[in-house]
DNA sequence: CCCGATCTATG
DNA sequence: CACATAGATCGGGT
C-alpha cells in the first residue's frame, strides 16, 4: 500500500493558472446528486475503490456515502488534482477516460449508470489524493476561500446549469432569415464591387484584394501580410470610400450574428432551452467563464447584435426575465483599493464618474463636460486598470501620443491616489510572487522578476489588473450566494438562469417582481462592504433584450 | 486531422 | 503597445 505521490514524479508546481481541465457536464452531476435513487453509487464507489487499490493508492477516511458525494461536488479542487493526474501520466482507472500527453478527458457518453460509475470513480480518485494538494491549499490561505466562497458557488452554478434560460425558436428563425438576406446581398455587391468572387470569410484572399488588385493604402503588419480587421476596414472606408469596404464589413457582420444564432440554435435542449456549462478554475483571475455555448458573449454594443439578445425569453409560468448589473464595478473598486478621497467622495455623492473626472482634469465644471471629453476619460479610466500606456491610449482615442501623455498626467496629478496605488500594487506583488483580491484569491506572477522586458512588462499589468478584476469576480460570487440562499430563505419560486461578470440574470416566477428585484438589489449591493457604495441597475422584460438598459 | 493565425463577441 | 475570456474559419503541415 503506497498511499504517497510516486516518487519519481515531479512536485506539483505552483503556477497561476489553473488548468482548464473539466468534470463534465455538470448538469448532469447535479441532477444525479439530486436524484432520490441513486443506489449505482455504491456499485461504482466499490470499483474505483478497487481500482485505486490495484494501483497502490490508498483512501483514507470515511469512506461512506456522505464523504463520496463531499467530494463530488467540490469541481474546483476536483478538476485541479485530475489535470495533475495528467501531468504525471497516470491511468486513474476510469473506464471512459483518455490520457494522452498533458491530457486527460472524462468522457459521459454512455448510459446515466456508466456516468455515475465514472463520477463516482473520479471522486473516489480526487478523495485519495486530495490530501497531496492540501498543503498547497493551506500554503495559498485558501481552505476559506474553497469552502465559503468556491463550492457554495459551485452548487449555485448547478442550479443554473440545470435551469438553463428559454429560447424563442421562431424569432431565431426570422432573425436567422434576415441575416441570410443581408449576408447574400452584401457578398453579390462585393462581388460586382471588384468584378470577381472571392471568399469573404478568408483574411489570406482579401489580403490580396485590398493591397494587391485594389491597392488600398497599408494597414498594421501582421504575421501574414496586413490586417484586414474591423477598425483598418474602417479606417480604409473613411480614407479610400471603396464600395467593396462597404459590403465586406456588413457582410462579416452579418455572417458573424448568423454564425452565432445557428450554433445557438444547435445547442437548444430537448427542452427548448440552453443550458451553458460554467467554469469556475480556467479564469486566472477568479472569473467564472461560460462555454458550450458561451452565453457570456451574446452581442449587445451593436443594434444589429444585440437584437439576438431578443431570441432568450421567459418561460410558461415566469412573469419575466430581469437583468441585475453592477455600475462601473471595477472603478469602484480601485476608489476604494486606492483610498483615493476624490473617488471615493465622488461615488458617495452619486456623481456621474467620468463627468466628475472629466471637470477635473479638463479644469471645468461639471456641466460643461462635453461628450468628447467624457469619452476620453471613460477610456483613460478603464484603460487604467489594464496599464495603460499613453501609446495605447492614443490608439484607442486616434489622438497624439502628446495628448495622450497630458491627459494621464493631468489625470494623475488630480488622482495622484490611484497612481500610488497601481505602483504600489505591482511593487507588493513582487516581493510576495503574487497578487490577492479582497477576499485573499491570489495569482502567482513568477515572471514579474524576469529579465525578459516583454514578460516582465506583462505580468505587471497582470498585477495591475488582477486584484481588480478578481475582486469584482469575487464580490458578485458573494452575491451570487446571498441572491440564492435568500430566494430560497423567503420561498420564492424564481430563479438565477446567468452571470455574465457584473450582470446576473433571473427568471422571476409569477407576482414575485416586487420582492425579486427588491432581494437581488439588496443582495448585490451588500455583497462587499467597501469605502465606496456598490450600485446596482435593474431591467425587466419578456426577453433579455427588453431586460437589458 | 491537428493547430497556429486571424478575427470578433463579451465584461 | 491594455486586462479576462470562447469560438469560428482558413489554410498549411502531419
Request: aromatic residues 6%; contains cysteine.
Amino acid at each position: 500500500m503506497q498511499p504517497r505521490w510516486p516518487s519519481s514524479a515531479p512536485a506539483p508546481q505552483s503556477t497561476s493558472t489553473l488548468p482548464p481541465w473539466t468534470l463534465r457536464p455538470r448538469t448532469r452531476l447535479a441532477a444525479w446528486l439530486r436524484d432520490p435513487e441513486a443506489p449505482k453509487v455504491i456499485h461504482g464507489f466499490k470499483a474505483a475503490l478497487k481500482a485505486l487499490t490495484a494501483r497502490g493508492l490508498e483512501l483514507e477516511g470515511v469512506v461512506d456515502d456522505t464523504s463520496i458525494s463531499g467530494y463530488l461536488i467540490q469541481p474546483d479542487r476536483r478538476t485541479y488534482e485530475l489535470a495533475e493526474l495528467a501531468q504525471h501520466h497516470l491511468n486513474v482507472g476510469i473506464p471512459a477516460a483518455t490520457a494522452k500527453a498533458g491530457q486527460l478527458e472524462l468522457s459521459f457518453d454512455g448510459d446515466d449508470n456508466a456516468a455515475a460509475d465514472a463520477l463516482v470513480q473520479a471522486a473516489a480518485v480526487v478523495l485519495a489524493l486530495s490530501r497531496f494538494f492540501e498543503d498547497e491549499l493551506r500554503e495559498r490561505r485558501a481552505e476559506e476561500l474553497l469552502s465559503t466562497l468556491e463550492l457554495p458557488v459551485s452548487r449555485v452554478l448547478a442550479d443554473m446549469e440545470l435551469a438553463g434560460i428559454a429560447i424563442d425558436m421562431d424569432k431565431m428563425d426570422d432573425q436567422l432569415a434576415d441575416l441570410a438576406r443581408v449576408i447574400d446581398q452584401a457578398q453579390e455587391q462585393a462581388f460586382a464591387a471588384i468584378g470577381h468572387e472571392v471568399n469573404l470569410g478568408s483574411p489570406k484572399q482579401l489580403q490580396t484584394v485590398l493591397f494587391d488588385e485594389l491597392q488600398l493604402p497599408k494597414t498594421k503588419k501582421i504575421k501574414s501580410g496586413y490586417t484586414t480587421d474591423a477598425a483598418s476596414l474602417k479606417s480604409l472606408l473613411e480614407k479610400t470610400g471603396h464600395e467593396f469596404l462597404v459590403q465586406l464589413m456588413a457582410h462579416r457582420e452579418a455572417a458573424k450574428l448568423r454564425q452565432m444564432i445557428e450554433s445557438l440554435k444547435k445547442s437548444v435542449a430537448e427542452d427548448g432551452r440552453i443550458h451553458t456549462t460554467y467554469a469556475q478554475n480556467v479564469a486566472a483571475t477568479g472569473r467564472i467563464s461560460s462555454n458550450n455555448p458561451n452565453l457570456q458573449n451574446i452581442p449587445i454594443r451593436s443594434e444589429e447584435g444585440r437584437r439576438v439578445r431578443g431570441i432568450f425569453v421567459v418561460s410558461d409560468g415566469y412573469e419575466c426575465l430581469l437583468s441585475a448589473d453592477y455600475s462601473q464595478i471595477e472603478m469602484r473598486i480601485m476608489a476604494h483599493l486606492s483610498g483615493d478621497a476624490g473617488l471615493i467622495q465622488a461615488y458617495k455623492d452619486g456623481e456621474d464618474l467620468h463627468r466628475f473626472v472629466g471637470s477635473n482634469i479638463f479644469h471645468v465644471p461639471t456641466d460643461q463636460v462635453t461628450s468628447a471629453m467624457r469619452s476620453k476619460v471613460k477610456a483613460m479610466s478603464y484603460g487604467l486598470a489594464y496599464g495603460l500606456t499613453s501609446f495605447g491610449l492614443s490608439k484607442q482615442l486616434e489622438i497624439s501620443v502628446d495628448e495622450a501623455r497630458t491627459l494621464m498626467k493631468d489625470y494623475f496629478d488630480r488622482f495622484g491616489a490611484v497612481r500610488d496605488y497601481l505602483r504600489g500594487v505591482v511593487d507588493q506583488a513582487r516581493v510576495d510572487g503574487y497578487t490577492a483580491t479582497i477576499e485573499g484569491r491570489r495569482r502567482y506572477l513568477p515572471d514579474l522578476t524576469s529579465t525578459d522586458r516583454q514578460l516582465r512588462e506583462n505580468a505587471e499589468r497582470i498585477a495591475l489588473n488582477s486584484p481588480i478584476q478578481g475582486s469584482a469576480a469575487d464580490i458578485i460570487k458573494r452575491a451570487m450566494l446571498g441572491v440564492h440562499a435568500e430566494l430560497q430563505a423567503q420561498g420564492l419560486k424564481s430563479r438565477m438562469l446567468l452571470q455574465v461578470h457584473d450582470e446576473l440574470v433571473l427568471e422571476v416566477a409569477a407576482g414575485e417582481r416586487d420582492s425579486v428585484e427588491k432581494l437581488v438589489t439588496g443582495q448585490m449591493a451588500a455583497a462587499a462592504d467597501l469605502s465606496v457604495p456598490l450600485e446596482v441597475q435593474i431591467g425587466v422584460g419578456p426577453s433579455w433584450y427588453d431586460a437589458g438598459h
